[in-house]
């Protein structure tokens, strides 16, 4: 959610990026093995949707393990601050990159939609919620009422939380909104600048836990089935996956490797992931990085057939319930915006 105002903003600059963009089809260059040998590589770029975190875990298990080199790529992992994953991915800037079906939604609506699909689920389930102080009444959503939450004040967040807090039987008029900027979840609420913030569980569920601070928590998809959407997910460049189908599916079967690796491997996983972080960002976190990476390895496959298949009767739902709410500014037809054509 903390990109929806981003990706509207990056949707703007989309001609300014595609001016400069050039999708190169074969898209191969030469990089040399460890024993000095010139091997020639299909080089791939991954744009990461934040700086580096559990959920990208897999992807740089799949580079640090060779895996991407395996199948013939070299893959270079980056994080652009000033710039959505999205437009990125749509320009043709990276081939792939991470996104979440409510924040990809504003992307295939309009005039113009971005020419990206989703094609692989990161994580099977939705495991976004509401985290407060312990005993204080918001263990379920009517409990939000006439008590502070932090919003991003997007239109899709903000109606998802009146349709959970109406559903629970309170009253969504008496929630208190007031402006999310918030960077640490547990200290916010202990300083009691807020009672009650988004998080993903993963990250700030577990940060609590870290930190040994005391909080309810309650999961979106646990209040209302259509809630469990995909977030986050992989996406491609559609012109780019339409003229190299072998090559993407390539990349993501390396991929699937890397998180099926992190799934089974935590602890070394959490390590990679430490060791790859370029951005700073983990520095002083091992602690919760390893935490976090124990209880979201549980969660890339958790009950799904296989890593990475995307289920269409909850990929339709979510989106039927945004056209149902007037979320978006056309209707999303069902079956739009995601594939499970390139994963083996």
Known sequence: MKKFIALMLSVIMLLAFAGCSEIN???EESSSDDAGNTASLTKITFALDWTPNTNHTGLYVAKELGYFEDAGLD???VY????????????GNAQFAIEAQDTMAAALTGDSPLGITAVAAILQHNTSG????????????????GKTYSTWDSPVELAMLESVVETDGGNFDDVKLIPNTVTDEPGALAAKQTDAIWVFYGWGGINADVQDFEYDFFFFKDIDDVFDYYTPIIIGNNEYMEANPETTKAFLAAAKKGYEYAAQNPDESAQILIDADNTGSLKGSEELVKQSQKWIS?????DAESWGVIDADRWNAFYNWLNENDLV????????GFTNEYLN
């Open 329 to 336: 500014e056309n209707d999303i037809p069902e079956g739009t």
């Open 25 to 27: 089809n074969n898209n």
């Open 75 to 77: 893959v270079e992992i």
């Open 80 to 91: 652009v601050a000033d710039s959505s994953s999205t437009t990125l991915c749509a320009t």
């Open 130 to 145: 509401i985290i407060s102080r312990k005993g204080e009444g918001i263990d379920s959503p009517k409990g939000l009422s």
């Open 298 to 302: 549980t969660q890339y496959i958790a």
